[in-house]
């Protein structure tokens, strides 16, 4: 089987809008092919009013997050380390390459169903999704919903580490 003109040309279009995402992020860190590496690097993360924070480390002592937020976290953490400690214990004694892979898939399943719940049940959804699309398809759709689940627990776990900068007192293990 192979692609149609118009699967080509998708293909073709995703890969110049990666290209573009890509150099965005270079642009604004500061080290876009232009050659300038210049100083007024900026990082990905908006702060409350949508706008990019400085990465030269302007605003770092405001706190970042909340009372409520990282209360919420705390919690979301406690839960992770209780309901999520045997999954943790097998990704420690993994034995080889393959199951290291396997049990830290399970982990991240286990913390994304406390966390990220939404992409997790997306990740489910999509690999027992039944239907006619061909194995790539298929994997291509659960790849991607694995990585946003992925990305969603990674900003989950920024989050615990800014809650215990800032409230340190939350976090008494």
Same mark, same amino acid.
């Given at each position: 089987?192979w692609?149609s003109?118009?699967l080509?040309?998708q293909v073709?279009e995703?890969?110049?809008v990666?290209?573009?995402i ?14 300038s590496?210049?100083?007024g ?10 706008k990019l ?9 405001k706190?970042?997050?909340t009372?409520?937020? %990282?209360k +919420?976290v705390?919690?979301n953490?406690? &839960?992770v $380390?209780?309901q999520c400690?045997d999954?943790?214990?097998? #990704?420690?004694?993994a034995?080889?390459?393959a199951?290291?892979a396997?049990?830290?898939?399970a982990l991240?399943m286990?913390m994304a169903r406390i966390?990220c719940p939404?992409?997790q ?7 027992t999704a039944e239907?006619?699309?061909?194995e790539?398809?298929y994997? %291509?759709? +659960?790849d991607a919903?694995l990585?946003? &689940?992925? $990305?969603c627990?990674n900003g989950?776990d920024q989050?615990? #580490?800014e809650?215990?900068?800032?409230h340190?007192?939350l976090?008494?293990?």
């Open positions: 089987v692609p003109g118009a080509k040309e073709e995703s890969e110049k990666w290209e573009s890509q150099q965005n992020v270079l642009e604004s860190k500061g080290l876009a092919a232009t050659g590496g210049g100083g690097s900026k990082s990905m993360v908006m702060d409350e009013n949508d924070l400085s990465s030269s480390g302007e605003g770092t002592s706190k970042t997050i009372d409520e937020e %990282a +919420v705390a919690k953490f406690a &839960m $380390l209780q400690a999954a943790r214990n097998e #990704v420690d004694e034995e080889n390459e199951d290291y396997k049990t830290s898939l991240s286990c966390v939404l992409q049940n997306v990740v489910v959804d999509a690999i239907g006619d699309d061909d790539r398809v994997d %291509a759709r +659960v919903a990585e946003n &689940m992925v $990305l627990v989950k989050a615990v #580490v809650a215990k900068q800032s340190p007192d976090f008494n293990l």
